[in-house]
């Protein structure tokens, strides 16, 4: 059965597992900003917000890479990032309108979460609930999508009170 | 290197140099990591007795564990150590918060701090970039301001260490903060800082932590996560938090109140984790640094005239020492003085125990309006209440001078047996919130704690037995389930002392307490195989455990440089020689009798004189600390053997 990746701030305690879980198994290391999924934290409200690339069906991306080195598995909606061609100039970064795609601390290539390929690890991390894969239905969707507004709209509130 | 990052940043802000120490690589198997080098550096650079709390020559050092950073589950825990401020002898308090994750980022162990300058100046550290910055934009400000302001120089992704006004006017139970609601509460680390005008340390760092062997490490890690869902005392922590267990521990007749003269509450409700729930007062669940768990709460209230308060807590402790101690028995009234306390970077034990002596002696009749500013002290009584924590952070008048010294200094002070409802032993540390006089493995680790009566050197929660898993602990130290109930005093010396020892371990990896010690995840024998899937050396479980050992009895040596003795090891007047006033054990006390019974056989189990309670050389030299016995026979401190 299809799957989906279910990501509630409300259950977020903040902790990191995510990222550090993510850092581990793609690189061998443990350094949050190599995490494919973020969580962009707020010390003063004790608030986190996951970002990380929702396989969305607009992928903004992709039309924003000057180069072309961006493209899309049609089932999954999972994108991946041909290292040969990407310049690093930073226009998928840019482009998402989630917030989900960070460059490599070391080699600026764009990072993007793949799902581990269908067996996401963060979730295994994410004792509190906040991260859960889970059997796809018509329902979960819609819950996915209103968690991922949720999300943006305290990430807006955030960041303009930053401003 | 592999595990740690392998350094140690220098500091002296008063001849303004900097330098960076590799680790030696024989401390990372003598002494591990966190709480365990940071003995051995206090050791070094202030054995001699005559380096008191406020010599510049004292330092302080602030180290993440073994293991931070990493997914270990909950090791994003930070140790500081210092001569402490409220007991004159070796102080270790230790914090979350995700401060001490990003100084491992930044590519340290450990920071030493040395020296004391002549003006407020705070640390940046980005990386391999440090600097000594002019704090006078901080001095001054709260806990909050101080955050929001480094935040505003450096980032928002920068972590934030620092201390409040409390610190600044070297208020005894002044607390280092840590990420805004976590602290470094006890023993008054932030007094030190205070003097030597440290307001604050702010870090950002980017350089990844490696592991030997990323696999096994992974295996291991996940082992103590799964461990950790399944212990309903985990669960219970992250749905109440640590005030979860409050109404519990009231049945017991174990939670004091009116300043340890009752402990039965009626009602005690509001008081409690799920009043938090209840009341929606709750907004948000919060982790340390990589904490699977997440105990800690962040509160929040709404409607009324108190409306937009909100901090990190209330915890267990400051339930009892600003709730059921004060007699203020309201959760809205404990979230105050509680934010107060955060926002004024004061220990929320300490100054709530400090008050209650106050209220008791105001109604004694040995304090007088004269003394308390005016104030018509009782119990119960809130807005007195915010006005003594006030009046202590900022020494106002005279009953913030008197209280902001602590109950050692205000009792002798005071006088007229004022000693007999100050809450504190020989060492002078204001004691947590727990009645050890039906609680015997408490009353003994509370009497030998080198820094203070206080549950925070060791915790022995396993000898109530409260769990299968805290029953088959008691069972393996003493080979006899049956000893799992705390209203024995037999084996009550090797539960402390095996509690020490893997207490010890848990902070040095950088883990947090709970998993090891009230919650079952973490245990010395995954600890010694997590520690070398990380670092590449091999112990086993006992290897492990004696490293814990090692640095006990460190501490124990640095307190006799001090000229502690047995003396040093008692209990607060009141709990040894007043009855408890209700529930299973009423009327019992902590006898010196009976503590004398107890300390006899951990001395004897520790191999530490009996009548000094002294560490012997061959004990010393046992654990490799010929070097410690060698300037404690200098100093004439050396048992005969």
Same mark, same amino acid.
């Given at each position: 059965?299809?799957?989906?990746?279910? +990501? #509630?701030?409300?259950? &977020? *305690?903040? %902790?990191?597992? !995510?990222?550090? $879980? =993510?850092?581990?198994?793609?690189?061998? /290391?443990?350094?949050?900003?190599?995490?494919?999924?973020?969580?962009?934290?707020?010390?003063?409200?004790?608030?986190?917000?996951?970002?990380?690339?929702?396989?969305?069906?607009?992928?903004?991306?992709?039309?924003?890479?000057?180069?072309?080195?961006?493209?899309?598995?049609?089932?999954?909606?999972?994108?991946? +990032? #041909?290292?040969?061609? &990407? *310049?690093? %100039?930073?226009? !998928?970064?840019? $482009? =998402?309108?989630?917030?989900?795609?960070? /460059?490599?601390?070391?080699?600026?290539?764009?990072?993007?979460?793949?799902?581990?390929?269908?067996?996401?690890?963060?979730?295994?991390?994410?004792?509190?609930?906040?991260?859960?894969?889970?059997?796809?239905?018509?329902?979960?969707?819609?819950?996915?999508?209103?968690?991922?507004?949720?999300?943006?709209?305290?990430?807006?509130?955030?960041?303009?009170?930053?401003? | 290197?592999?595990?740690?990052?392998?350094?140690?940043?220098?500091?002296?802000?008063?001849?303004?140099?900097?330098?960076?120490?590799?680790?030696?690589?024989?401390?990372?198997?003598?002494?591990?990591?966190?709480?365990?080098?940071?003995?051995?550096?206090?050791?070094?650079?202030?054995?001699?007795?005559?380096?008191?709390?406020?010599?510049?020559?004292?330092?302080?050092?602030?180290?993440?564990?073994?293991?931070?950073?990493?997914?270990?589950?909950?090791?994003?825990?930070?140790?500081?150590?210092?001569?402490?401020?409220?007991?004159?002898?070796?102080?270790?308090?230790?914090?979350?918060?995700?401060?001490?994750?990003?100084?491992?980022?930044?590519?340290?162990?450990?920071?030493?701090?040395?020296?004391?300058?002549?003006?407020?100046?705070?640390?940046?550290?980005?990386?391999?970039?440090?600097?000594?910055?002019?704090?006078?934009?901080?001095?001054?400000?709260?806990?909050?301001?101080?955050?929001?302001?480094?935040?505003?120089?450096?980032?928002?992704?920068?972590?934030?260490?620092?201390?409040?006004?409390?610190?600044?006017?070297?208020?005894?139970?002044?607390?280092?903060?840590?990420?805004?609601?976590?602290?470094?509460?006890?023993?008054?680390?932030?007094?030190?800082?205070?003097?030597?005008?440290?307001?604050?340390?702010?870090?950002?760092?980017?350089?990844?932590?490696?592991?030997?062997?990323?696999?096994?490490?992974?295996?291991?890690?996940?082992?103590?996560?799964?461990?950790?869902?399944?212990?309903?005392?985990?669960?219970?922590?992250?749905?109440?938090?640590?005030?979860?267990?409050?109404?519990?521990?009231?049945?017991?007749?174990?939670?004091?109140?009116?300043?340890?003269?009752?402990?039965?509450?009626?009602?005690?409700?509001?008081?409690?984790?799920?009043?938090?729930?209840?009341?929606?007062?709750?907004?948000?669940?919060?982790?340390?640094?990589?904490?699977?768990?997440?105990?800690?709460?962040?509160?929040?209230?709404?409607?009324?005239?108190?409306?937009?308060?909100?901090?990190?807590?209330?915890?267990?402790?400051?339930?009892?020492?600003?709730?059921?101690?004060?007699?203020?028995?309201?959760?809205?009234?404990?979230?105050?003085?509680?934010?107060?306390?955060?926002?004024?970077?004061?220990?929320?034990?300490?100054?709530?125990?400090?008050?209650?002596?106050?209220?008791?002696?105001?109604?004694?009749?040995?304090?007088?309006?004269?003394?308390?500013?005016?104030?018509?002290?009782?119990?119960?009584?809130?807005?007195?209440?915010?006005?003594?924590?006030?009046?202590?952070?900022?020494?106002?008048?005279?009953?913030?001078?008197?209280?902001?010294?602590?109950?050692?200094?205000?009792?002798?002070?005071?006088?007229?047996?004022?000693?007999?409802?100050?809450?504190?032993?020989?060492?002078?540390?204001?004691?947590?919130?727990?009645?050890?006089?039906?609680?015997?493995?408490?009353?003994?680790?509370?009497?030998?704690?080198?820094?203070?009566?206080?549950?925070?050197?060791?915790?022995?929660?396993?000898?109530?037995?409260?769990?299968?898993?805290?029953?088959?602990?008691?069972?393996?130290?003493?080979?006899?389930?049956?000893?799992?109930?705390?209203?024995?005093?037999?084996?009550?010396?090797?539960?402390?002392?095996?509690?020490?020892?893997?207490?010890?371990?848990?902070?040095?990896?950088?883990?947090?307490?709970?998993?090891?010690?009230?919650?079952?995840?973490?245990?010395?024998?995954?600890?010694?195989?997590?520690?070398?899937?990380?670092?590449?050396?091999?112990?086993?479980?006992?290897?492990?455990?004696?490293?814990?050992?090692?640095?006990?009895?460190?501490?124990?040596?640095?307190?006799?440089?001090?000229?502690?003795?047995?003396?040093?090891?008692?209990?607060?007047?009141?709990?040894?020689?007043?009855?408890?006033?209700?529930?299973?054990?009423?009327?019992?006390?902590?006898?010196?009798?009976?503590?004398?019974?107890?300390?006899?056989?951990?001395?004897?189990?520790?191999?530490?004189?009996?009548?000094?309670?002294?560490?012997?050389?061959?004990?010393?030299?046992?654990?490799?600390?010929?070097?410690?016995?060698?300037?404690?026979?200098?100093?004439?401190?050396?048992?005969?053997?």
């Amino acid at each position: 059965m299809e799957k989906l990746l279910l +990501v #509630d701030m409300d259950k &977020c *305690t903040s %902790c990191m597992q !995510c990222s550090l $879980a =993510c850092s581990l198994i793609k690189e061998d /290391l443990f350094d949050p900003a190599r995490g494919r999924i973020k969580v962009l934290k707020k010390e003063e409200l004790a608030l986190g917000i996951e970002l990380l690339c929702e396989q969305c069906d607009t992928y903004p991306c992709i039309e924003a890479c000057p180069d072309g080195a961006l493209s899309r598995d049609e089932d999954t909606g999972i994108i991946s +990032v #041909d290292a040969e061609i &990407c *310049t690093q %100039c930073g226009a !998928c970064v840019e $482009a =998402c309108q989630y917030h989900g795609i960070r /460059l490599h601390p070391e080699t600026d290539i764009p990072i993007i979460c793949d799902l581990c390929g269908g067996d996401p690890y963060c979730a295994k991390h994410c004792v509190p609930g906040a991260i859960v894969w889970v059997d796809k239905t018509d329902d979960l969707v819609k819950e996915k999508k209103k968690l991922r507004s949720a999300r943006m709209a305290m990430y807006r509130t955030v960041k303009k009170e930053a401003a | 290197m592999f595990g740690h990052q392998g350094k140690i940043l220098h500091v002296d802000i008063g001849k303004n140099k900097i330098w960076v120490e590799d680790i030696p690589e024989e401390w990372r198997k003598l002494y591990v990591g966190s709480r365990g080098i940071n003995a051995k550096l206090l050791w070094d650079y202030c054995k001699d007795p005559d380096i008191t709390w406020d010599d510049p020559r004292n330092i302080l050092i602030y180290a993440p564990g073994a293991l931070t950073g990493t997914t270990a589950p909950a090791s994003g825990r930070t140790s500081v150590t210092t001569v402490g401020c409220t007991t004159g002898l070796y102080l270790k308090s230790n914090t979350g918060g995700h401060w001490g994750a990003e100084l491992k980022f930044a590519g340290y162990d450990h920071i030493v701090v040395h020296g004391e300058s002549d003006k407020p100046v705070y640390i940046h550290i980005e990386d391999d970039h440090v600097e000594i910055k002019d704090a006078k934009d901080l001095w001054g400000k709260d806990i909050n301001e101080t955050d929001r302001l480094l935040k505003e120089w450096h980032g928002e992704e920068s972590r934030g260490l620092y201390i409040g006004p409390a610190g600044e006017n070297l208020v005894r139970a002044a607390s280092v903060h840590c990420s805004l609601y976590h602290a470094a509460g006890r023993g008054g680390a932030a007094t030190v800082m205070g003097k030597k005008k440290l307001k604050a340390i702010s870090v950002k760092g980017s350089k990844p932590l490696r592991v030997k062997d990323p696999k096994k490490f992974a295996e291991v890690a996940e082992e103590m996560r799964e461990l950790l869902r399944a212990d309903s005392g985990a669960q219970g922590l992250h749905e109440f938090g640590t005030a979860g267990s409050l109404a519990g521990v009231n049945e017991l007749h174990a939670f004091p109140g009116k300043n340890w003269q009752t402990g039965y509450t009626e009602n005690v409700f509001p008081i409690t984790g799920q009043a938090l729930n209840d009341g929606g007062y709750l907004k948000r669940r919060v982790a340390c640094f990589g904490c699977t768990i997440g105990c800690h709460r962040y509160s929040a209230i709404d409607k009324g005239p108190n409306a937009g308060i909100a901090s990190g807590g209330p915890e267990y402790e400051t339930f009892g020492a600003l709730g059921n101690g004060p007699g203020v028995i309201d959760t809205e009234g404990v979230i105050l003085a509680n934010e107060m306390c955060n926002r004024l970077g004061l220990d929320t034990i300490s100054a709530g125990g400090v008050a209650q002596w106050a209220i008791e002696s105001y109604e004694r009749g040995v304090l007088t309006k004269d003394d308390t500013n005016g104030l018509d002290l009782g119990w119960g009584k809130l807005p007195e209440l915010l006005e003594i924590i006030e009046a202590m952070a900022f020494r106002k008048g005279k009953l913030g001078d008197l209280l902001a010294d602590g109950l050692k200094i205000a009792a002798e002070k005071v006088g007229k047996d004022s000693y007999k409802w100050a809450i504190i032993n020989a060492k002078g540390l204001e004691q947590s919130n727990v009645e050890t006089r039906s609680a015997k493995a408490y009353a003994l680790a509370f009497a030998v704690n080198p820094r203070g009566n206080d549950h925070l050197m060791t915790e022995t929660f396993a000898e109530f037995g409260a769990s299968p898993e805290a029953i088959d602990v008691v069972g393996k130290i003493t080979g006899d389930k049956k000893w799992a109930s705390p209203h024995f005093t037999e084996f009550r010396a090797e539960i402390v002392r095996w509690h020490e020892d893997c207490y010890e371990i848990t902070e040095a990896l950088g883990f947090c307490v709970f998993t090891s010690t009230a919650a079952y995840g973490v245990n010395p024998d995954n600890m010694a195989r997590l520690y070398a899937a990380a670092t590449g050396i091999e112990m086993t479980e006992d290897e492990l455990m004696l490293t814990g050992r090692r640095v006990c009895t460190l501490e124990k040596a640095f307190n006799v440089t001090r000229g502690a003795t047995r003396a040093h090891d008692n209990l607060p007047w009141r709990l040894m020689n007043e009855g408890a006033a209700s529930g299973p054990l009423k009327g019992a006390t902590n006898s010196q009798e009976e503590l004398d019974e107890m300390l006899d056989e951990y001395y004897a189990l520790h191999e530490w004189d009996n009548e000094t309670s002294w560490p012997t050389r061959r004990t010393l030299e046992m654990l490799d600390l010929k070097d410690v016995a060698d300037y404690l026979e200098k100093l004439d401190k050396l048992p005969k053997e």
